[in-house]
């Protein structure tokens, strides 16, 4: 019992019931650890950081009913509570906008505890199946318009049913991939100089420059640059010249603005072909970016692109490598790793619900994005990912497939050991599930 | 009770000749099923030993009886092997990487060694390793000199679908058999095979397993004409081609017959297997059908593992046409007599309930709450009829069983399809009624998502105490208020009960005592407040009082209901529309209860009241909030006709003149385009511009003329209430019903497609006009034109496809993501991990929080709590 109480003191003190636990077991009374330095603690078996912060609370607790809470009574008290974050951020925040007695704050915290311990997941819920009804049941109420202006209207993005697939499919690049660029604090409010920067990044074809007309008397390609996107542009008409020779290696004149190609051989089928391959020519810019809308977003420029490029994207200068968004999912788990992929997963199957008035809990999102690239890359929902690489023999040939599935598992010499749901639901006996993973023990004779 | 033993695993393997030899009770020798007087012929394809389907015969196996006995494999010896279609390719890879001569597989020893210790590993950490054996196949492909007995190895040309072809000369699967049968354990092991379980030899088949006439069973026509099963014609086939092939083969045939009578017996095998390789012409049955092979027995979704396997049949089920009855409760459901009397629950006989089964006994099968079976002690079941349920009602003893009829509070599960969510199955308790349709609360439907248009719903009766007791602690409609998905309620009142609740509670609505008592009469209400006041010496109430009669003492709410317009500044009591809800201890002092208060998907009050008080409360707040709306709404009248829709004639001048100014400036808007002095929006070309401003211009006029439909409409108007209540329909309902239909729409864009230039012959070509693309100036009420008629239909023509595509679109969606997540759970230490004990999540949601307990997925509603302690609201913190 006396232990117990010590627990309780310490607590007090805003020490963690785990440590007060662990002092304890090594023998420690309120009167001992108040002689105690930090090497004791240590050898008790608590780490030297934890063993510091116990050093500072040691010492007796605020007098009761003081009137005034300071913040950092409370702080000590939400450290020894085994609370998320999101709750003690918050707890943080609202309790130092009023004034409370100490008895309140008490109080207030076990509400908060046992409210907490009442709203965790029990063991054996089948939380796999909530979280696919529960992102599966609103896409009946989801609009199938691809098409949907949103924010920026001049970009168009996919959105509704068709971007959901998109993303739990792990597509390697979306149907319209979009990124957001925010910009360095020194040119994120000068126009002119985030224009310049669209230029930079923005792709340049040729045809950008300027109308491109073929003369078939002659058999040659005439493109009239314009001042204008010159100019925008930064590129001087030597420069296109001497870069339109390199990506085509054909030759090239200028006469004034005029750009005169010639195919190597005067053949009709050459220079059609000339003419597709000067479409597809890059100039100048990131490829991929194919168009840039600046927009002006709370007193500074952001910059919405169509095509997603983030390797590149990232390296640039001027942007601010931070604040660089991208809607392909794969792009980013290849730059940034798994993790962010995972993150970008949540956000982007969010804002696709959110968007269509839908609520989802996070949650359930999460475990379907976690379940995605647990195995270290991304994988699919469905057949190729991971309800393809399922143990169960059984369960793959009732998703799709049937006959591969089973030829295969005779001639791997396959075991199915019966453990998933599908399985079992075959072989007609109970699911080892929520209710059915547990079972009453009938105690005494 | 003894619980039933568990199958531990399955093992999946090819059966060697052997095998199917010791499984095969018989040799089939004759291609003939049944003699003259219809008995099978032994060694017969309908022989006796291989299970019986035709009643009043035993199996000579086993001497069960048709249905118990499940049928027994038997054989056909084959002349010549023949390749197995599913392992054609497989054939061909080993063929191509093992040695012509001495069978081994072509890598050297540290290399093969250096493969098979991964692929070990790889095993024993239970990952797939295809990939690794695709690498062994390419590597060992290469190789044109075997390392061991240094043969030169020629290149093996595959021919679909099962003939294999070496420099020139074709190879019979005997040779390749003979091949095989060289290739040693350890480098069968490297293929990732099982040598005990899968030698490449036995994807050569010597032996045909015929699988039993269970399998296969022959229907007798009404015409007395024995029709065969495909599979039985397709082992006919085979047997015949056998026969002769052996009767070519022993008479010394020339090579070439033998070798076309090779290929057709290959051809029946391949197609009895598989009849839908490519590359062969399928089998056809003598009308021209193709015959269902063994593998499209298995595929798909009709086939043997979606359709069969996966999906159960039960008894103890029903299904009618259900309909909704407001005086039930929630949690009720109205079962007809007709069913109740059919569905029963089994009860075992106690000497505590002796006497009650006796009397459901006594009652017998055909008056209501009676007993349809008995069972005795020595498991005989003894059907209750009207002569034998007096003395078997004296025979009972404990021990027995009885099967009850169905009766009043009996739980059963209730469901509708598609169940897409686990709120589509819910427990409901049996209330008897009379008629033939299943009856229940309308407040219901939102999470079966049903109307009574037709709909049609199932019950099923659980049989067993657990089954019982997980239904009334999990699946109660009560347990289900809240839906996991985020965390709010999900049940709640609609349409009637939204207006009903609204026209009670706006204003300052009084009634007298008569009134109010009749209001409340079937709301489980004891007593009645004090009088708000009182009226020439009558007292009166509110209805506001008489809504928080239904309240729970202590209830504190403050929020914005749905008629609030979000004024920058905030009235909040004072608030003219009496918009600002506030319910201090259970009392509503200001504010109107509609939508957002009791509303499926929204209802604040219910959701405070469920998290609060707990789900039993819940349920009864929202049988009585139903039941006083529709005694109120019953009380008021309320209806909708077409004279609703009236507007006086000199706003529909008005509307007239606002849709015309709006074609006027639509016309300039095409005329400055025309001219070219239309400036393009950024990012936009000038095409899209002017469709983009007049689609603007005409979306304005719409919205325009909906207000002045609206001013004159007033809240005297059923549809309007209806509309602002949030019950049903909207005021761009309305507008359209009384004022303007407006722009139709087909891909986001106004209609474009048609003729040449133009989308009827009835326009010049090029006309950009409003009317040549799709604007509906009518009313519903006025009546549309004849083309105005047909652009509407083309608009409402895409919602229908839209809505088609969807459905199968998100219903594919769902099935894969129950298949990718249906094996997750939450263990004892609060990780999730799949099957094979992967860890996915090591704490749930990152804070093991689970949703349908969260406050729309907050863990911890904090400035609720702390308001309760301090009776402080947080400032900052969201109310409510």
């Given at each position: 019992m006396a232990k117990k109480d010590t627990v309780l003191a310490l607590r007090k003190r805003g020490i963690s019931s785990k440590m007060a636990q662990i002092l304890c077991d090594a023998g420690f009374t309120l009167s001992k650890l108040e002689k105690a330095s930090v090497e004791d603690l240590v050898k008790a078996g608590i780490t030297s950081r934890n063993a510091n912060l116990i050093m500072k609370n040691r010492i007796r607790p605020p007098t009761e009913k003081s009137k005034d809470m300071s913040s950092d009574l409370i702080d000590s008290k939400l450290r020894g509570l085994l609370l998320p974050t999101t709750i003690t951020d918050e707890l943080q925040r609202d309790l130092r906008r009023i004034k409370l007695t100490e008895v309140q704050l008490d109080k207030i915290l076990q509400m908060v505890v046992d409210a907490y311990e009442r709203a965790k997941v029990e063991p054996c819920e089948a939380v796999g199946i909530i979280a696919a009804q529960s992102i599966g049941e609103p896409g009946t109420q989801m609009t199938m318009r691809t098409f949907h202006y949103a924010g920026v209207a001049e970009i168009s993005i996919t959105?509704?049913?068709?971007?959901?697939?998109?993303?739990?499919?792990?597509?390697?690049?979306?149907?319209?991939?979009?990124?957001?660029?925010?910009?360095?604090?020194?040119?994120?409010?000068?126009?002119?100089?985030?224009?310049?920067?669209?230029?930079?990044?923005?792709?340049?074809?040729?045809?950008?420059?300027?109308?491109?007309?073929?003369?078939?008397?002659?058999?040659?390609?005439?493109?009239?640059?314009?001042?204008?996107?010159?100019?925008?542009?930064?590129?001087?008409?030597?420069?296109?010249?001497?870069?339109?020779?390199?990506?085509?290696?054909?030759?090239?004149?200028?006469?004034?603005?005029?750009?005169?190609?010639?195919?190597?051989?005067?053949?009709?089928?050459?220079?059609?072909?000339?003419?597709?391959?000067?479409?597809?020519?890059?100039?100048?810019?990131?490829?991929?970016?194919?168009?840039?809308?600046?927009?002006?977003?709370?007193?500074?420029?952001?910059?919405?692109?169509?095509?997603?490029?983030?390797?590149?994207?990232?390296?640039?200068?001027?942007?601010?490598?931070?604040?660089?968004?991208?809607?392909?999912?794969?792009?980013?788990a290849d730059v940034l790793g798994i993790e962010a992929a995972r993150n970008s997963i949540i956000y982007e199957a969010m804002e696709t619900l959110r968007e269509q008035g839908l609520e989802v809990d996070v949650r359930h999102i999460m475990l379907v994005a976690d379940m995605m690239t647990c195995g270290g890359e991304l994988k699919?929902?469905?057949?190729?990912?991971?309800?393809?690489?399922?143990?169960?023999?059984?369960?793959?040939?009732?998703?799709?497939?049937?006959?591969?599935?089973?030829?295969?598992?005779?001639?791997?010499?396959?075991?199915?050991?019966?453990?998933?749901?599908?399985?079992?639901?075959?072989?007609?006996?109970?699911?080892?599930?929520?209710?059915?993973?547990v079972e009453p023990i009938y105690k005494g004779g | 009770m003894a619980s039933p033993k568990r199958i531990k695993k399955i093992k999946f393997g090819l059966l060697s000749p052997k095998e199917i030899r010791k499984m095969g009770v018989t040799k089939i020798i004759t291609a003939d099923t049944y003699d003259d007087d219809g008995y099978p012929i032994e060694m017969g394809l309908m022989d006796p030993r291989l299970g019986v389907i035709d009643p009043g015969l035993r199996c000579r196996t086993c001497g069960g009886r048709p249905g118990e006995c499940p049928g027994h494999f038997c054989r056909i010896e084959l002349v010549a092997p023949v390749v197995h279609v599913g392992f054609a390719k497989l054939v061909r890879k080993i063929l191509r990487s093992t040695c012509r001569k001495c069978g081994r597989l072509l890598l050297e020893e540290p290399i093969k060694k250096n493969y098979l210790d991964q692929i070990k590993l790889l095993t024993k950490l239970g990952q797939p390793c295809d990939d690794l054996v695709k690498n062994v196949f390419r590597d060992a492909t290469k190789v044109n000199l075997c390392p061991y007995c240094e043969e030169a190895q020629m290149d093996i040309k595959f021919e679909q679908p099962t003939s294999y072809v070496e420099g020139g000369h074709k190879l019979m699967p005997a040779d390749i058999r003979d091949r095989f049968e060289r290739i040693p354990d350890e480098d069968i092991k490297i293929f990732g095979m099982d040598p005990k379980n899968a030698r490449p030899e036995w994807m050569i088949l010597r032996v045909l397993p015929v699988p039993p006439v269970t399998t296969r069973p022959s229907i007798t026509l009404e015409s007395g004409q024995r029709s065969e099963d495909d599979l039985t014609h397709k082992l006919v086939d085979i047997i015949r081609i056998n026969q002769r092939f052996q009767e070519n083969?022993?008479?010394?045939?020339?090579?070439?017959?033998?070798?076309?009578?090779?290929?057709?017996?290959?051809?029946?095998?391949?197609?009895?297997?598989?009849?839908?390789?490519?590359?062969?012409?399928?089998?056809?049955?003598?009308?021209?059908?193709?015959?269902?092979?063994?593998?499209?027995?298995?595929?798909?979704?009709?086939?043997?593992?979606?359709?069969?396997?996966?999906?159960?049949?039960?008894?103890?089920?029903?299904?009618?046409?259900?309909?909704?009855?407001?005086?039930?409760?929630?949690?009720?459901?109205?079962?007809?007599?007709?069913?109740?009397?059919?569905?029963?629950?089994?009860?075992?006989?106690?000497?505590?309930?002796?006497?009650?089964?006796?009397?459901?006994?006594?009652?017998?099968?055909?008056?209501?709450?009676?007993a349809s079976y008995v069972k005795r002690l020595d498991g005989r079941r003894v059907k209750v009829i009207d002569e034998n349920r007096e003395e078997l009602a004296e025979l009972l003893e404990p021990g027995w069983k009885v099967d009850r009829q169905l009766q009043d509070g009996d739980l059963v599960l209730f469901n509708r399809q598609p169940s897409l969510h686990r709120m589509s199955i819910m427990a409901h308790e049996v209330k008897v009624m009379p008629y033939k349709t299943f009856r229940i609360n309308p407040a219901v439907c939102p999470p079966y998502n049903a109307d009574f248009d037709g709909d049609e719903m199932n019950l099923h009766v659980p049989q067993t105490e657990e089954a019982r007791a997980e239904a009334k602690i999990l699946m109660k409609v009560e347990e289900n208020i809240l839906s996991p998905r985020f965390g709010g309620p999900i049940i709640g009142g609609i349409h009637d009960h939204i207006s009903g609740m609204f026209l009670l509670t706006r204003g300052n609505v009084t009634f007298d005592k008569d009134t109010a008592l009749e209001l409340l009469k079937k709301s489980e209400i004891m007593d009645l407040s004090e009088p708000a006041g009182y009226e020439n010496g009558k007292p009166y109430w509110t209805g506001k009082q008489i809504f928080s009669q239904l309240l729970p003492s202590g209830l504190n709410l403050t929020y914005r209901s749905k008629m609030c317009d979000n004024c920058k500044i905030c009235k909040r009591e004072e608030c003219e529309k009496d918009a600002y809800v506030v319910i201090k201890d259970g009392n509503l002092l200001c504010g109107t209860v509609d939508e957002v208060a009791i509303g499926a998907f929204a209802g604040k009050i219910l959701d405070r009241i469920i998290k609060e008080y707990g789900a039993v409360e819940a349920g009864k707040f929202l049988d009585n909030a139903t039941r006083l709306a529709i005694r109120m709404i019953t009380r008021i009248g309320f209806s909708f006709g077409i004279d609703d829709e009236d507007i006086p004639s000199d706003a529909q001048e008005q509307i007239h003149d606002i849709i015309m100014a709006a074609e006027e400036r639509v016309k300039r808007l095409i005329e400055a385009y025309e001219a070219g002095e239309l400036d393009s929006l950024p990012g936009r070309t000038i095409d899209e511009t002017v469709e983009m401003k007049i689609m603007q211009e005409l979306g304005k006029a719409r919205n325009q003329a909906g207000d002045i439909a609206g001013h004159h409409l007033g809240m005297d108007n059923s549809a309007v209430v209806m509309a602002i209540s949030g019950a049903r329909g909207s005021m761009l309902n309305l507008t359209q019903m009384a004022a303007c239909v407006g722009q139709q729409s087909v891909r986001g864009e106004r209609i474009q497609r048609g003729y040449a230039d133009r989308t009827l012959p009835h326009f010049y070509k090029g006309d950009l006009g409003a009317d040549a693309h799709g604007f509906v100036k009518s009313s519903y009420k006025k009546g549309l034109s004849p083309i105005e008629f047909f652009f509407h239909a083309m608009g409402g023509r895409e919602g229908l496809v839209d809505t088609a595509v969807r459905t199968s679109q998100s219903g594919y969606l769902q099935r894969r993501l129950i298949n990718a997540l249906q094996d997750l759970e939450i263990k004892y230490d609060g990780t999730v991990r799949e099957t094979r004990g992967q860890i996915v999540q090591f704490v749930y949601g990152d804070d093991g929080v689970d949703p349908s307990k969260s406050d729309y997925g907050k863990s911890v509603n904090v400035s609720r709590i702390i308001q309760n302690v301090t009776g402080e609201e947080v400032m900052g913190g969201k109310s409510g």
């Open positions: 959105l509704g049913l068709p971007r959901l697939i998109e993303i739990l499919d792990a597509r390697k690049v979306p149907s319209t991939p979009m990124m957001t660029i925010r910009l360095k604090d020194e040119i994120k409010s000068d126009r002119d100089k985030v224009r310049k920067l669209a230029w930079e990044i923005e792709t340049t074809s040729l045809l950008d420059l300027g109308d491109l007309s073929i003369d078939l008397a002659e058999m040659q390609i005439c493109i009239d640059l314009s001042e204008k996107p010159l100019l925008q542009r930064n590129i001087s008409p030597e420069e296109v010249v001497e870069r339109t020779i390199d990506e085509l290696g054909v030759d090239v004149r200028l006469e004034g603005l005029k750009l005169i190609i010639h195919p190597e051989q005067p053949s009709y089928r050459e220079l059609l072909q000339l003419v597709e391959k000067i479409r597809g020519m890059v100039l100048k810019g990131i490829e991929g970016i194919e168009r840039i809308v600046i927009r002006k977003e709370d007193g500074e420029y952001v910059l919405y692109t169509e095509g997603s490029a983030l390797k590149k994207i990232l390296n640039c200068d001027g942007i601010d490598p931070t604040k660089v968004k991208t809607n392909n999912i794969n792009e980013i699919q929902i469905g057949r190729h990912g991971v309800a393809g690489e399922k143990s169960s023999v059984l369960s793959r040939a009732a998703f799709e497939v049937t006959v591969t599935h089973l030829l295969e598992a005779a001639i791997h010499g396959d075991v199915d050991e019966l453990c998933g749901v599908t399985e079992n639901v075959i072989v007609g006996q109970p699911i080892r599930l929520g209710t059915g993973d | 083969r022993e008479a010394g045939a020339p090579q070439l017959i033998i070798e076309d009578l090779w290929e057709l017996l290959q051809y029946h095998v391949t197609t009895f297997l598989d009849n839908e390789v490519s590359g062969v012409p399928p089998a056809r049955h003598r009308s021209g059908r193709p015959l269902k092979s063994l593998s499209q027995r298995l595929k798909g979704k009709e086939g043997r593992f979606r359709g069969s396997l996966s999906g159960k049949r039960v008894n103890f089920s029903a299904r009618t046409v259900i309909s909704p009855d407001p005086n039930l409760s929630i949690s009720e459901i109205g079962v007809p007599l007709q069913i109740a009397t059919e569905l029963t629950i089994p009860m075992n006989i106690t000497s505590r309930n002796l006497e009650e089964c006796r009397e459901y006994v006594r009652r017998g099968p055909n008056n209501h709450p009676g």
